[in-house]
């Protein structure tokens, strides 16, 4: 059977784009996904009454952002409620909020600097961010100013939420461009039922505009003919297409599943030296009563280098407390945990290869109950998703991300929504796009509808979204 898009991998980028494709554009659309569910990192599952995400998320822009408009173009927008949410930080045994609450912690000059440099990026346009692309995020707060180690460890801590990378490696343009757009947003959110109704809500548009969705179907391989993408192979059949979108992972999409010889030998040696974004330790806390108010709490380990931490990780020299990220799910929808219950996600963001997770699952658990004493006594069990675990489900060496949003792998040195193969695209958190997490991956499928139109008229409806 022909389609006129067939989509590879239904995560974020790739429902976004059939969303647009099938509901905006009538387009008959494939989407072929390996796993028995869509919706990548923002799947959910059951456990004991609670509902629990693949993932540790919060919605940077939530209904204020890309995934709104998504919504709106299928009339799902009534489908999803949310929570906001504004994030503290936990350090030294105090709960603040970031920037005010660093006043009086770090010297006054120091505060200032971090003011003025909030208030540059707020203002900043595109082209100027841009600018800013190949430059570390280290390296771009030393040149305002802010050398105060506190203040430093504050903006990491931002930064690896937002990209999953430290900020020595993270993309100062990308860094500015995330902080933002949340900044006039301000809408971080959560939405009510877990991350799973948010896949839900965009499948059920998709089908109920046409698309067809095919589950447990993953492709081998890349039908090309005469040097042009015309369809795909799973186990046991053939689609053909005039466009090929991926929203697989873009190294395996381009080294594995297009036949050997096909990528120039410029680009195959490119896109082989591309790395990811951090993985993530998860551990999922089921509490007999509840333990906190608060519904997203970020902790800084004082005195911590991101370079050495790194190393440290790596090398399995792990420190007595962990940075961790730590959404309380259930304080932004009791549909989450039952009656009287609370749930709590602690994710440590760490490099793949980091050894021993058994021994830093402890430390992550030990960690959390500093944090908030009256965990220890209210834990029932827990859920714990290694990188490993990770991997498993979304490929991409476990990342939280995709590629990492790394000063040398952003703007121009980023993958291209469009492939040296003809008719053979790609979309998601690995090409395009700007954004935090899933708000990139939707970005990347509206920059994929831009290049499209100006190719075909046929897909220029898509355009001013």
Known sequence: MNYDVIVI??????????????????????????NSVVGGRLSSFKRGGFTLDIGAHVISQSEKGPLGSILRILGKENDISWEHVRPMTSYKNEIFAFPKGLAGRIPDEQ???IQSTIKEIINMSDSDSQKM?????????KQKGISDPLALACFNNIVMIYVCVPYHRASAGEFIRCFRQEARSRASGYP???CGVIAKALADGIEENGALIRTSNKVKEIIVENGQAVGVRTEDAEYRAPVIVSNADGLRTLLDLLPAGILPEKEYSRVQKMTYSYSMLIVRMALEHSVTDLKLITHIVEGLDSRRFEEDLLAGRFPDEMPLFMPVPSNFSSECAPEGYQLITAGAIIPYETPDIERLEEIVVNTAMKIL????????????TSPAGLHATVVENGAIIGLG????????SRLGVETAVPGLYLCGAEAGGSGVGIELAINSAFELFANLGEKDASWKAANNL
């Open 9 to 34: 991998g239904g995560g974020i980028g790739g429902l976004a784009f059939s969303a647009v494709a099938s509901a905006r554009l009538g387009k008959k659309v494939l989407l072929l996904e390996k």
């Open 111 to 113: 505060y200032s600097a």
């Open 133 to 141: 692309d190949n430059v570390d995020l280290r390296t771009y707060l």
């Open 192 to 194: 009510v039922g877990g």
């Open 373 to 384: 004493p009256g965990l220890k006594d209210a834990l029932m069990w827990r859920h714990v």
């Open 405 to 412: 949003q790394t000063a040398d792998q952003v703007g121009k």
